[in-house]
């Protein structure tokens, strides 16, 4: 088994032996049951080949017998399906100062979930330390044991090298720079753990539960930092080095004078993020500190806190002009706290945008809210784990190391 | 037959039967000759659909015998191999007042080429009809005819809906708002036409010519318009609308005060086009109408010209450096007219990405000029093509229907 495998995620068009009852299995993927017969004429597989494989299958677990047939006393059962139940993913998002634990089933339903005032800044072996105790414990809540585990999902608030799940010089992450998180974990959980960061895993959580047949998608987190998850034909893009969607430091045409803590002047994050948007209010004698601040404000009806959060939308309205000529979604969900807080940034969002942006690209492109909230970055996680896990190349390997 | 068969072009996840006999020949397409035994072996396939494959693939021609074994007498030979020259590809690259037409082998290799002198603002009737007449003859130089045609590529300078083939108010090309170029096409050759912007193309074309190694690329064109071709993952990324790498009307700081042709200020195309340092040129004294002029006078050593060369690449560099954040890729090619004058665009767009880019997103990042140059269309154009023809899904169905 790959430690990560992400070569394997990119292995849908794989050809030769290694695809072949991982096609079975995705051909069963959709639920529905089939006899061996039915999967032969499908696949074009030996009758002999699909039997072994379908044996195989049921051993593993993920495939069982499936309708009336199975009653049909000492003959081996003779429909099969897939069974989403049969294995669970831990799910995990980590944030500044919280931890969402879940654990779901094969076909993404959160079973049962979590949720820690954590720290990230205490170090990743008392932050996972305390993930691992407090999953353990979550999955004997749900009544399974770390046996059904099919893999682990994290998210980390700060960039990711995808390919070894090493966060890369994450600035809120004291003591993450490189560390070995998927070597840590699989120490309490010996299974495939997949890490990235948070608004990849928000991208893809977002757009498997609500978005699902919209291929050109983009997820854009604005909060204490900024940041967006892109999925294009379908696929989460992270770039040459897994740094795609790193938009909190494009240059604003409004920040000229404003120096980020990178160093350049007039980064969008030094401008609306959560922050920002606080510093802006205190120079204007409004006490805020923070972008919770922001949102008390706001929601207490405050003139200039408004208006700056809508200014704040403008400014991010900038950067995803660019980012509709440069990508053409069809849709973009503002998620994160400030996000979050309504319609006063959305309406700056979509004053910029519609203004700025080609005619063509914008006539279809809807711009709204994150639906799956707090939920989206677990739900991804889990799709990240069950991408991998489920994939051809993946079930094929596994297959024969147990064959 | 599909007309343009863009819903499979996605369909390399595709499973089921359609991917067998395709899945067969994607492995022979390595070039490496097989026997029906190896072939059986390696993909999982019943040893009786095996034989009935290669036999529709021979019938075919796309396949054909290979090896020593061939000459064993009355026997069928034993082993077989991907042929690149069973069929041609017509590779079209139209531009603003020029026509370059090739053909190709299966291999993207160029057999044969033209260039016309051909204004495309002569409407589309006029344009095709010219390509038609000139392609065939140059089939018939080339040794081939049409009915040797695997398919047609075509690059057009403007905005062109893929899945139709129809350009969608494209600006330099009156006439040809939503002509149906596949239709008119076809009515001479009757195979698939595949049809593009010239900068997706160009993309595709330096990409597979050069750097095939690079999944995540970007080519950007800069000459009377600009515009990118994007591929991400190995793909090109066309985008909800096919819209996709439009950087063109992107907002460039500097440029607040300067009217662009679409109705916005400050638009890249306005400020770093072969025109618009023309215009800057002339409003400087020095005499220059166009690129080309451009082009002269900094091949002449003028001072004024190398300046405002080098201004635009910075403005380039600008837009390139929000890309590089958005999508980080390795590689960004530049090309068009005043990207391939050397070094002084190039000098200006490296000093803005260097330094306005985050420093994880350019430790790897190369920049250059374009290798394929004018051939880079075509290749695209030929590239296009072989990626539809030779999919799994459509040699399956044009083997079925061939059955």
Redesign the interface.
């Known amino acids: 088994m790959s430690r990560t495998g992400h070569a394997e995620l990119?292995s849908?068009?794989n050809?030769?032996?290694l695809?072949?009852?991982g096609?079975l299995f995705?051909?069963l993927r959709d639920g529905k049951a089939r006899t061996r017969a039915e999967l032969a004429?499908?696949?074009?597989?030996?009758?002999s080949?699909v039997a072994s494989r379908i044996d195989a299958l049921i051993a593993s677990g993920l495939v069982g017998p499936a309708g009336e047939a199975t009653s049909s006393g000492g003959r081996p059962p003779s429909r099969f399906a897939f069974k989403p139940a049969a294995r669970v993913v831990l799910a995990v998002d980590v944030g500044a100062t919280h931890v969402i634990i879940a654990v779901t089933d094969l076909g993404g339903k959160i079973l049962s979930e979590r949720r820690l005032a954590q720290d990230v800044a205490e170090g990743p072996e008392a932050v996972l330390g305390r993930i691992i105790t407090d999953a353990t414990s979550l999955l004997a809540v749900t009544g399974r044991t770390s046996k059904d585990l099919a893999g682990v999902g994290i998210g980390l608030p700060g960039?990711v090298e995808h390919a070894t799940g090493m966060p890369?010089?994450p600035p809120i992450m004291p003591g993450w720079d490189g560390f070995d998180v998927v070597r840590h974990v699989q120490g309490s959980f010996p299974v495939p753990v997949l890490v990235d960061n948070d608004v990849n895993i928000m991208a893809l959580g977002e757009r498997t539960a609500h978005w699902p047949e919209?291929?050109?998608f983009l997820f854009i987190k604005v909060a204490t930092g900024i940041g967006?998850g892109?999925i294009?034909?379908?696929?989460l893009?992270?770039?040459?080095?897994?740094?795609?969607?790193?938009?909190g430091?494009?240059?604003v045409?409004r920040g000229?004078d404003v120096l980020c803590r990178c160093g350049?002047y007039?980064c969008l994050e030094a401008l609306a993020s959560g922050p920002a948007v606080a510093r802006a209010l205190a120079a204007q004698g409004v006490q805020a500190e923070s972008g919770a601040d922001v949102l008390s404000l706001v929601a207490g009806g405050n003139l200039q806190a408004i208006q700056a959060l809508r200014q704040a939308g403008r400014d991010v309205g900038?950067?995803l002009?660019?980012?509709v000529?440069?990508?053409?979604?069809?849709v973009i969900v503002v998620g994160g706290s400030l996000g979050q807080a309504g319609e006063h940034l959305m309406a700056g969002v979509r004053e910029v945008v519609y203004?700025?942006s080609?005619p063509?690209?914008t006539?279809?492109?809807r711009i709204g809210l994150s639906m799956a909230g707090g939920q989206a970055a677990v739900l991804g996680a889990s799709q990240m784990v069950t991408q991998h896990v489920l994939s051809p190349a993946v079930i094929e390997a596994s297959l024969q190391a147990a064959g």
């Open positions: 990119a849908t068009d050809i030769g032996s695809s072949r009852a096609d995705q051909l004429l499908t696949t074009g597989l030996a009758r080949t960039p890369v010089k919209h291929d050109n967006a892109i294009s034909s379908g696929q893009q992270r770039g040459a080095n897994g740094t795609a969607g790193d938009l430091h494009v240059r045409p000229d350049n007039g900038d950067v002009a660019t980012v000529n440069l990508l053409n979604p069809s203004r700025r080609l063509l690209a006539t279809h492109l």
